[in-house]
């Protein structure tokens, strides 16, 4: 079975500072791995998926991930935080193969940026 | 705007009655996914479905239903309702190639139960 573990369900950095929010997974197969972006009060938005291409994958909004096998990890950055980038971060795994395509969510990063 | 339409926006219902979500994919997706988000669960997957045929089933009580059109737009019914089912109930679609399509996601219905 697929899961995803968010290290710290609130992370808090300087406006301009670097942003890292971590992502380990576990998967039987090779795995897909995503992070959505939830504003308050709305859905969920793509920022970026890794499905087996490049290990570095580069989202919207200056976010990008590296997929690391060896660590089962998924981590996601942004150089310089932005008071827009305030928000809920999740990380998700779905599988290859008919009918796994449903994702597997972390509990979820709280992102605050302070001024 | 993802393109994903979900009515109603709110619901306020008491405990044992029945509602129904539903959910519009964007245009093109065959596929459509219904996921739970709640403090104490989280996000969680109910159940897909797949041009009108059930592809895949999660975590969902045998007190919701879900089914989807012809015209590709689903319905998720949830009876007997509990104060636990109070929750904000998300749709999502994809192309669904099977390339790890992008989810596109609705947003939501917020669902109290009191």
């Known amino acids: 079975a697929q899961s995803v573990t968010q290290l710290g369900s609130h992370v808090s950095v300087s406006e301009g500072a670097l942003v890292l929010l971590r992502c380990n997974y576990s998967s039987s197969v090779p795995p897909y791995l995503f992070w959505y972006v939830q504003y308050p009060n709305q859905g969920l938005q793509l920022l970026l998926k890794?499905?087996?291409?490049?290990?570095l994958v580069k989202g919207i909004n200056g976010f990008e991930a590296e997929f690391k096998k060896s660590e089962t990890s998924f981590h996601l950055t942004k150089p310089s935080a932005h008071m827009s980038d305030a928000a809920e971060y999740f990380c998700a795994v779905s599988e290859v193969g008919f009918g796994n395509e449903k994702l597997t969510f972390g509990t979820g990063t709280r992102l605050t940026i302070i001024p | 705007d993802s393109g994903v339409t979900q009515t109603p926006k709110h619901l306020i219902t008491a405990t044992g009655q029945r509602v129904t979500l539903r959910c519009s994919p964007r245009s093109g997706d065959l596929s459509v996914y219904w996921y739970q988000q709640s403090l104490d669960q989280g996000l969680q997957f109910l159940i897909q479905?797949?041009?009108?045929?059930?592809?895949a089933k999660g975590n969902i009580l045998e007190r919701f239903s879900a089914q989807q059109f012809p015209d590709l737009h689903s319905e998720l019914n949830l009876s007997s309702l509990e104060l636990g089912d109070s929750a904000l109930y998300f749709c999502?679609?994809?192309?669904?190639?099977?390339?790890?399509?992008?989810?596109?996601f609705g947003p939501g219905t917020r669902l109290t139960v009191l």
């Open positions: 999502a679609s994809s192309v669904d190639r099977g390339e790890a399509d992008t989810q596109y």
């Open positions: 479905y797949y041009n009108g045929e059930e592809r």
């Open positions: 890794y499905t087996s291409a490049a290990t």
